[in-house]
T-cell receptor
């Protein structure tokens, strides 16, 4: 089974621009979560989508948004980029049934805001 | 709300020596516990998880962890490390199957030849 894929792997943007990141979950996984990883704050939860609906949301400003499509692929969007948005953005997918619910992570998208 | 504390930000250890990476959590309810590893320029890979049952959990690559409810700890151990174990290790907690993971700040394990 193919793992979680994320595109692009690297991005450089300028302050004030917006960016869209994409995540394709493992086949059969209906839940997709997004995390931001920075040296200062560590790994922080952004949001989770399940069956095209946002199920959980972290403590991030409204500039961060996401969506999920009927094929479970997900995108996250960051508008009006700030320097502090530079981070590794990780996507994780998991099955929605059964105990454990371990999440499988993609390789991440490294976003640099200049 | 849950929180996770990884007591050591960096742990250097010689090859073939044992290692323990410490993790403490706080939660007022039962939780699921996880250890993930992150190699440079990669995502997170699950090492092991505790859901219920036996408090000693075995994972991949020879790692194991012990859940201690009274001490709210979930320390990760390996009896003999290899150079290839050099990576960052994250402890995480989840209140249930449908809630997000809360991660510790990570411990960087450096294995010295």
């Amino acid at each position: 089974k193919a793992g979680v894929t994320q595109t692009p792997r690297y991005l450089i943007k300028t302050r004030g621009q917006q960016v869209t990141l994409s995540c394709s979950p493992i086949s059969g996984h209906r839940s997709v979560s997004w995390y931001q990883q920075t040296p200062g704050q560590g790994l922080q939860f952004l949001f989770e989508y399940f069956s095209e609906t946002q199920r959980n949301k972290g403590n991030f400003p409204g500039r961060f948004s996401g969506r999920q499509f009927s094929n479970s692929r997900s995108e996250m969007n960051v508008s009006t980029l700030e320097l502090g948005d530079s981070a590794l953005y990780l996507c994780a997918s998991r099955q929605s049934t059964g105990q454990g619910y371990e999440q499988y992570f993609g390789p991440g998208t490294r976003l640099t805001v200049t | 709300a849950q929180s996770v504390t990884q007591l050591d930000s960096q742990v250097p250890v010689f090859e073939e020596a044992p290692v323990e990476l410490r993790c403490n959590y706080s939660s007022s309810v039962s939780v699921y516990l996880f250890w993930y590893v992150q190699y440079p320029n990669q995502g997170l890979q699950l090492l092991l998880k505790y859901l219920s049952g036996s408090t000693l959990v075995k994972g991949i690559n020879g790692f194991e962890a012990e859940f201690n409810k009274s001490q709210t700890s979930f320390h990760l151990r390996k009896p003999s490390v290899h150079i290839s174990d050099t990576a960052e290790y994250f402890c995480a907690v989840s209140r249930s199957g449908n809630t997000p993971l809360v991660f510790g700040k990570g411990t960087r394990l450096s294995v010295i030849a």
